[in-house]
């Protein structure tokens, strides 16, 4: 009898996300779900490895025991880290996608079923989406892409608690990276301190590494550290994303070396402004889009553009990205309305602010009945270094 000790949640917790899976199922009508996406195999299983880039499935019946197929090597995992009783491993030598067929036909899952399979998925790339659709004989395929994700978007009191733990890390990171900023250093003095104080503080390897860029490299979309070596009067940007358990939090903070002008101090006071704003406004029932509106709005008072979406939702990743924006971006158009637990990175982000410079305070949210709360404890601000 497996005691589950490897189980980063409750079994009960894994049981209630599988009870709801099978409930969407049956509202649409499907026999059987394979899921590839890593971040849902893990929120079903706790299943989790880097060798991701190799086929790897959870098979979810409406009515029969799941069953794991993945690549040999990577199945201490499944024993290990999940709940799953049943696997079906491929050798390297062998075929992920006819060992996929021949479990669907050994429990029974093809003649006359309704199949869905994660078509939107990096890690069920397209010549083997093809194999599998040609090869499935009796059975009826469907996509069933986010069928997972409506589960994951809303966190448990479980997942919140981590992400917590996450929160520490990412604070840990940012004030090590903050403290050690000064004129003569190099961009990978930040980067060391940063990574020393998030694992120091609990933290595991995250889905994305830290942003960690200065001078004019600010306003270059997603760099980091390329080992420049920091000025009097360089605008620092820090985007620091903590994990624990592959749960998120993510925070920006501008740093300014020497006196900054009027119209930097300026862009601070709006883009505080919207965080602010964004915290009492992001409540239950408020749409997406209505959130976006008002931190556009907010924002274009200052110098500089906001060129990106206004935040996403945040939580489970694996690299390449430690956002869940497929879930919710929140941007113009999207019409989904807020709902208490749900969790986000907001990003008022202005690239361009008195030449080269940006302007970026960022927090991670938690959407509450009446308005949201920061996941974070540390101060809103731009970080003024005297340079003499």
């Given at each position: ?277 964004a915290l009492d406004f992001m409540r239950e029932g408020v749409t997406v889009a209505e959130v976006d509106f ?20 945040i939580g489970l990743a694996f690299a390449p990205s430690w956002d869940e924006g497929q879930i919710i971006s929140i941007k113009a158009g999207e019409n989904d309305f807020l ?50």
């Open positions: 009898m497996r005691d589950f000790e490897g189980l980063i949640f409750p079994l009960q917790e894994y049981q209630r996300r599988l009870d709801e899976l099978r409930e969407r199922m049956q509202e649409r009508h499907f026999d059987v779900v394979i899921i590839t996406e890593p971040e849902n195999i893990h929120y079903l299983t706790g299943y989790q490895t880097t060798g991701y880039s190799y086929f790897q499935a959870i098979i979810v019946p409406i009515d029969k025991e799941p069953f794991m197929v993945t690549r040999l090597l990577e199945s201490s995992n499944v024993t290990a880290r999940t709940w799953v009783e049943i696997a079906r491993p491929y050798e390297d030598t062998g075929d992920a996608i006819q060992k996929v067929l021949s479990a669907l036909d050994e429990f029974d899952l093809t003649q006359n079923k309704n199949i869905g399979y994660e078509m939107n998925c990096y890690f069920f790339p397209r010549y083997q989406q093809e194999r599998f659709q040609a090869s499935v004989l009796g059975g009826h395929l469907f996509d069933c892409s986010g069928i997972v994700e409506q589960g994951r978007v809303i966190k448990s009191e479980f997942e919140l608690d981590i992400m917590r733990k996450a929160a520490i890390a990412t604070e840990a990171g940012m004030k090590a990276g903050i403290e050690c900023i000064k004129e003569g250093i190099f961009e990978n003095d930040i980067a060391a301190e940063v990574h020393h104080a998030m694992y120091k503080a609990g933290g595991e390897y995250p889905a994305v590494a830290p942003y960690i860029t200065s001078g004019p490299r600010t306003n270059i979309g997603h760099a980091t550290w390329e080992g420049r070596k920091l000025q009097k009067d360089d605008c620092v940007f820090l985007e620091i994303g903590g994990c624990v358990k592959r749960y998120h939090t993510a925070m920006m903070r501008t740093i300014y070396l020497g006196k900054p002008s009027e119209i930097i101090l300026e862009a601070e006071e709006v883009v505080l402004e919207a965080i602010d704003t008002h931190l556009r709005n907010i924002l274009s008072k200052a110098q500089g553009q906001c060129i990106t979406r206004t935040g996403y939702s709902k208490e637990n749900m969790t986000f990175h907001i990003i008022p982000w202005l690239v361009g602010v008195d030449g080269d410079n940006v302007m970026a305070i960022s927090e991670t949210v938690r959407v509450g009945k009446d308005k949201a709360e920061s996941l974070f404890n540390f101060e809103r601000k731009l970080f003024v270094k005297d340079v003499s």
